[in-house]
């Protein structure tokens, strides 16, 4: 029934790893996301998806590759991992990007790396 | 300027009290505004959407004063389970329809 699923709900890792962080929706929606919520709790977007087509890419490190192999699915791989990438990363998805439409966000991402 | 601003938290109100929250937002263009709720260690999820004539959902009242480019949320009757953070979210659809998050403001509500 989860409408917005991340794995791994917890990731802890050493500094220069390589990790992905897996998302999926069933609720049929046609634009995805990424936000990241830092140590003071504010959240910011990284990167947007719709139909499998990025449309949004904030400044983010190139060090973060989204990949969306459906519309619905979009993955986030990190290389090379820093200490300040230690966050929460919440997957979210709409109906449509442009539309007054509620998003809905997976359970979050507990990255901290060591 | 952030684009998105709120009250600075934590309010500590008794059961029963009645509490407020305003949110201003920078961009004139934004169209959709919401307040989102987040419990501790969880997702963010909708509380409200808020439109333009404001609207009413129980115990809560949003309100949107495009002119002052300003929201509001209030809380009537405040419960121990109204605990949370309280974020204040703007969709501008010319920015690719992102929702633009604020702060956030944290409420803790005791008995």
């Not at chain 1, 200490?83 to 979050?108: I, K, P, W």
């Not at chain 2, 109100?13 to 169209?31: D, L, M």
């Not at chain 2, 307040?35 to 909708?46: A, G, M």
Request: glycine residues 6%; charged residues 20%; neutral net charge.
């Amino acid at each position: 029934d989860t409408a917005v699923s991340q794995t791994p709900k917890y990731l802890v890792t050493q500094m220069g790893n390589d990790k992905s962080i897996k998302c999926e929706q069933n609720l049929g929606h046609d634009t995805m996301y990424w936000y990241k919520q830092d140590s003071k709790k504010f959240l910011k977007i990284m990167f947007s998806y719709n139909n499998k087509e990025l449309i949004i890419n904030e400044t983010v490190p190139n060090r973060f590759s989204p990949k969306s192999p459906d519309k619905a699915h979009l993955n986030l791989h990190i290389n090379s991992l820093e200490l300040g990438d230690s966050a929460v990363y919440f997957c979210a998805s709409s109906q449509e990007a442009v539309m007054n439409t509620e998003a809905f966000f997976g359970q979050g991402t507990r990255l901290t790396v060591v | 300027r952030k684009e998105v601003e709120q009250d600075p938290g934590p309010f500590n109100v008794p059961e029963g009290a009645t509490v407020a929250f305003n949110c201003t937002y920078s961009n004139s263009a934004s169209q959709s505004f919401f307040w989102y709720r987040q419990d501790c260690r969880k997702e963010p999820k909708l509380l409200m959407s808020v439109y333009s004539s404001g609207n009413e959902d129980g115990r809560f009242t949003a309100q949107l004063n495009r002119a002052s480019q300003y929201i509001s949320l209030l809380i009537r009757d405040s419960k121990l389970s109204d605990s949370a953070t309280y974020l204040c979210v703007v969709n501008s659809h010319n920015q690719g329809g992102k929702l633009i998050f604020g702060q956030g403001t944290e409420l803790s509500v005791k008995p």
